[in-house]
C-alpha cells in the first residue's frame, strides 16, 4: 500500500480493464473532482489524496481533521486490480506539539472510496 495505514479504514476494491497507469491517473482524476488535494501519484502504485473536513465541530484541543484517500492499482490477470482505501485523520494540539491521529473513516470518505472504484474499476473484485 502507499501509506500503510490502520487496518480499521475500511477498503473498496475493484478490477479495470485499464492498465495500471491508466487506472492510477484515473484514481487520481476522481479524487480532484471530488475536492481531494492529490499529493502523491505514482504511475506504478497508486494515490494518495486528502481534503479537509470542515463539516464536524472539532474538539477544542483538534487543530484539523481530513479524510484521507489511499489507493492503489496492481495488475491482475489482464486488467488491474483498484483497492481504495478510506480513512480520517485529525491533528490534536498536545504539549508535544500537533499530534497526527487516524480516526474511524467519516462517512463521506468511505462513499468517495466507493465513488472512485464505481468511476474507475467497474468490475467487483
Known sequence: ACGGFKS???TVTGVSPQTVSVSV????????????????????RGVEATRNDTSDVRFVNEFRRFDVISATAKPEK????IDVR??????????????????????AAKKDAQAIVTAC???TG
Open 8 to 10: 480499521d479504514w475500511p
Open 25 to 44: 491517473n484515473c484514481m487520481a482524476e476522481q479524487a480532484k473532482s471530488l475536492g481531494y488535494d492529490v499529493r502523491v501519484v505514482d504511475h506504478k
Open 78 to 81: 489482464g486488467s488491474t486490480r
Open 86 to 107: 478510506a480513512g480520517t485523520r485529525s491533528h490534536y494540539q498536545t504539549r508535544r506539539g500537533t499530534t497526527p491521529t487516524d480516526e474511524p473513516a467519516s462517512d
Open 121 to 123: 474499476g467497474g468490475g
